[in-house]
């Protein structure tokens, strides 16, 4: 089990790395220099989307799993941690989003590409964290066959329609390609992992994962800065 369950791990990572480097390639050579400059300066968006979370995203994992010794009310417990998180985390980016828009429309004018890959990394901030947190309650169940068989759905299709659109619409394609592709990924994670979220929040819940996961996001963001 324990070696089905590693290889079911790596097999998705496999994935995403010869994945990333063949689009990555394509995407350059049809892009050219500018408009890719112009997706990764607008990638900021997202990529910093993903710290707002405050480490409560790792901080649930270890919470969760200290859980398991008390079988009694793990299950009610798993949800109020896993749920509160997510709710937590969606509410930050709301108010964040909603921040930086109100800026941006003040101070700033952008063509209507830039908008759209505003727009797009706003919305797959959202989707990403469902990704997420989908796969954080079927980890606690174990199911990594259906966890391997969502990402490398994910991978597969994210990789064959960026290609495909930035081809056929250049930089307008590949931030359609972005939307459609985590909404896709959302939408498998639903069918397969089916998660059971609550509209919970429960402040101790927040303080703990925080707590927990903080010094974890930390080290993360330093290290990929």
Do not use: C
Request: proline share 2%.
């Amino acid at each position: 089990m324990f070696v089905t369950n590693s290889i079911l791990n790596i097999l998705p990572e496999l994935l995403n790395i010869a994945l990333k480097f063949f689009v990555g390639l394509v995407t350059a050579k049809l892009l050219g220099p500018e408009n890719l400059g112009v997706t990764a300066a607008i990638g900021l968006i997202f990529l910093y989307s993903v710290l707002l979370q405050l480490g409560v995203t790792d901080g649930t994992a270890l919470k969760v799993y200290s859980l398991k010794r008390d079988r009694g009310s793990y299950d009610k417990l798993r949800k109020i941690y896993i749920s509160s998180s997510y709710v937590f985390v969606n509410a930050v980016l709301v108010v964040a989003s909603a921040v930086l828009l109100i800026i941006l429309n003040i101070f700033y004018t952008f063509d209507y590409v830039s908008w759209l890959g505003i727009y797009t990394n706003i919305l797959i901030a959202f989707l990403y964290q469902y990704f997420q947190f989908s796969q954080l309650f079927a980890r606690f169940d174990y199911d990594f066959k259906s966890i391997s068989k969502v990402q490398i759905l994910d991978l597969t299709f994210k990789a064959f329609i960026t290609i495909v659109l930035v081809y056929l619409y250049g930089v307008v394609g590949f931030f359609i390609a972005l939307f459609f592709g985590y909404l896709i990924g959302a939408i498998f994670s639903k069918k397969l992992l089916n998660p059971k979220f609550k509209l919970i929040l429960s402040k101790k819940a927040i303080k703990e994962t925080i707590r927990l996961g903080f010094p974890l996001l930390l080290i993360g963001a330093v290290l990929t800065l």
